[in-house]
Every structure is written in C-alpha cells, then in structure tokens.
C-alpha cells in the first residue's frame, strides 16, 4: 500500500513565487492590489473608472485573470492603461507563479499601481498569496446578503470590502448596514465602502483609500 505523507507546504512553490513578486513590487516602489469577487460584480468596470480617474496621478497597469478570452484587458486597454491577460484555462483562481511570468511584460519600475482583477470566484482566489501589498474584495447589491455569511474565508482574508451597484438600492432588497455587521463578525478589521462604478457615487472614498495606500507603501518602504 502506498502511504502518502503530507508534511510539507502544498502551497510552497506559490508562496515562492509570491515571495519574489514581492521582492519585485518592493524594488520597483509598485503597490499591488489583488481584486476579488463572484463573476458579474463589476471588477472590470471599477478598474475601468480608476483607471480613468486616477490617470493624472499614477502610472497603472493591470493583471487579467479569466478563464478564456482577452475580453477584459481590451476593456482596460481602451481606457490607457497597460494590461496583460492570463487565461487559466479552467483554472479558478490565479497563482503567484502565473502571476510572475507575466511581470517581464510590464516596466515595474515605470508603473505606481498594479492591479490584478483575479478569476471570478468567492472561494480559491483568497486562498493564494499572489505577492500582493493588499486584498480587496467587490461585493454587489444584486448578490444579495448572504454572500458575506455564506463566503466567510473570502471576507475574513481581505482588508476591504467595495460594495459595487449601490444605484441598484432603491430597487433590491439589500440592507447595508447588515452587510457592515455581518463583515464586522467575521473581520472586524475591514472596512467596508458602499460606490457605483457606473455613476461615481462613492468612487471617491476608494480613491482616497489606493492614496492612503500608497502613501503608506512609499513610507514604509
């Protein structure tokens, strides 16, 4: 009978890999923000309005994750930034190696900001440390509100929460204060910013939180 022993780190090659991102990010004074979220929440579109909003202030690119297509980093090009596709082929997630070759692609040093927008999922994604400065989640209003409670590993591993399609409220059924509780519960150290993408409500506080962000890198680094 064959015994496998499972003694070693199954995520060891990633957290190498994200080790050396990291290493990379923190050379080149790019901060890095991982994005998640189920598919439909508006990822895409956030990075579209950030990208047009904060073009005067930092030089962007943007990582791609999906399963299939360049559909996404079409979107991103069209509006100026540089952005790299990675098709996973089936895959749910991206890791820090997928993620590492793609950084040859880029002028790290020439870049402020790098977004990754991660394969549309509320489990695995959370789960791989990509070499990332921080992890962000996008929450919609037509999920509903049990995303939160019902996802509680994704929550509990980010540090921010941005609740997208706020101008969907008047016709959903979906109560933000239970949302703020609810991820009070599971992370009382995240914070959670209501915005719309698509009407700007509340992309203020979001930019104001990438500012802070990236103020915080440069001192501390």
């Excluded at 290493?23 to 994005?35: A, P």
């Excluded at 440390?129 to 929450?139: C, E, I, M, S």
């Excluded at 409220?169 to 959670?192: G, H, M, T, W």
């Excluded at 802070?212 to 890198?217: D, E, G, I, K, P």
Aim: proline fraction near 4%; hydrophobic fraction near 45%; glycine fraction near 6%.
């Amino acid at each position: 009978m064959m015994q496998i022993i499972l003694n070693e780190d199954v995520l060891k090659d990633n957290n190498t890999a994200a080790a050396h991102n990291r290493d990379q990010f923190l050379l080149n004074g790019t901060l890095v923000i991982n994005l998640m979220s189920s598919p439909g929440a508006g990822k895409t579109t956030l990075l579209e309005a950030t990208v047009k909003a904060l073009a005067d202030r930092y030089r962007i690119g943007v990582i791609e994750g999906d399963l299939a297509t360049e559909l996404d980093a079409d979107r991103i090009r069209a509006v100026g930034a540089q952005a790299v596709q990675i098709n996973t082929h089936g895959g749910c997630h991206l890791d820090a190696r997928m993620v590492a070759k793609t950084l040859p692609e880029f002028h790290l040093d020439e870049l402020d900001l790098l977004f990754i927008e991660n394969v549309g999922n509320l489990v695995c994604p959370s789960g791989y440390d990509l070499g990332q400065h921080h992890k962000v989640a996008v929450l919609s209003l037509p999920e509903g509100n049990d995303k939160i409670p019902k996802y509680p590993t994704m929550f509990m591993r980010t540090e921010l929460v941005l609740l997208n399609k706020i101008d969907l409220l008047p016709y959903l059924d979906f109560s933000i204060e239970e949302a703020v509780r609810d991820l009070k519960a599971i992370q009382p150290n995240s914070a959670l910013l209501p915005l719309s993408a698509r009407t700007s409500e509340g992309m203020e506080s979001w930019f104001g939180w990438i500012d802070n962000a990236y103020q915080a890198m440069k001192k501390r680094y």
